[in-house]
């Protein structure tokens, strides 16, 4: 933190590097950690040369990863951070993971004296720039306690919902609702399109009546203008994102009716190329089997 040991950043990457020049704003020194070296210096961090490094050199260490895979090999290499994990270290994991992993991740850092907190973060590419990304906690309420004044410099709203894991459970509840309405929004906007109504017509009728939801009155308004907000979480991602959720309602025995329609949606985007860039081209994926249309014409 500002005048102590800087603050250890594992993953530089597009939610990464915002929440680390957050952080740097903020007063923090943030050593940093990615496999691209020049992201360091372009969120203000400085460059750790290696994970033990990094390890070595800070009490508290965040990491932004695309997946437990990821997660796991950074936690789990042979010199990676649990080799050189101390007692009373704090890491905190604000990636999409699996809660399986998190878990049992805990609990091996946990028999080191270091505590593991899951932190899933919501609101995309503009809130964590802006510093108003909803954080959802799991795991020793004083440890989340003690971590609110450094979650502040790029989160605006905070919730502790258990113990370790459950912050990445309802990250996960969370993304399969936005990857259905997004894919959802998607396929009528092309419908809408094809029947000639007026797109912005449409949306006020949408955002007034039963069928509002977050791509309604966040994402469509942009999308019908020709501006897809670039910069989130790609399709590829999300569909990750949904895979993940399919799994763990498949562990807690519940009948899961209503995935199939965002993982068709997405595994046709990131068939027809549109998997590294941000899920929002669901739409145009839909469009392209559906005689070439786009909403902005």
């Known amino acids: ?40 210096q372009a969120c203000g961090a400085l460059a750790a040369a290696s994970l033990a490094q990094l390890a070595h050199q800070t009490d508290i260490v965040l990491m932004s990863l695309p997946d437990s895979t990821v997660v796991e090999a950074v936690v789990e290499a042979e010199d990676g951070l649990l080799a050189n994990a101390r007692a009373g270290q704090v890491v905190v994991d604000l990636s999409t993971a699996a809660a399986s992993s998190t878990r049992r991740l805990a609990q091996r850092f946990a028999e080191r004296g270091v505590s593991y907190v899951d932190a899933g973060i919501s609101g995309g590419a503009p809130a964590a720039e ?57 396929e009528v906007m092309v419908a809408g399109k094809k029947a000639g109504l007026d797109l912005h017509q449409l949306l006020d009728v949408l955002n007034n009546s039963s069928g509002v939801n977050f791509a309604t009155l966040n994402r469509f308004p942009h999308i019908v203008e020709g501006n897809y907000l670039e910069g989130g979480l790609t ?62 014409s």
Not at 147 to 175: C, D, E, I, P, Y
């Open 235 to 296: 399709g590829r991602l999300m569909t990750k994102d949904v895979v993940l959720y399919v799994d763990l309602v498949r562990d807690l025995g519940i009948a899961s009716l209503n995935a199939a329609g965002p993982l068709a949606s997405f595994g046709l985007g990131n068939a027809l190329g549109y998997g590294d860039v941000i899920s929002n081209r669901v739409v145009d994926a839909i469009g392209d089997v559906s005689g070439g249309v786009r909403l902005k």
């Open 1 to 40: 933190m500002a005048g102590g040991k800087p603050i250890g950043f594992i993953g530089l990457g597009n939610m990464g590097g915002r929440m680390t020049r957050r952080l740097v704003d903020a007063g923090h020194t943030v050593l940093g950690f990615d496999l691209e070296p020049a992201r360091a």
């Open 130 to 186: 802006k510093g108003t990304l909803t954080l959802m906690v799991g795991g020793d309420a004083a440890v989340v306690e003690g971590l609110r004044g450094l979650f502040a410099a790029f989160s605006s709203k905070v919730v502790h919902m258990g113990a370790s894991g459950a912050g990445h459970v309802t990250k996960l509840l969370n993304n399969f609702l936005n990857a259905v309405s997004l894919s959802a929004t998607a």
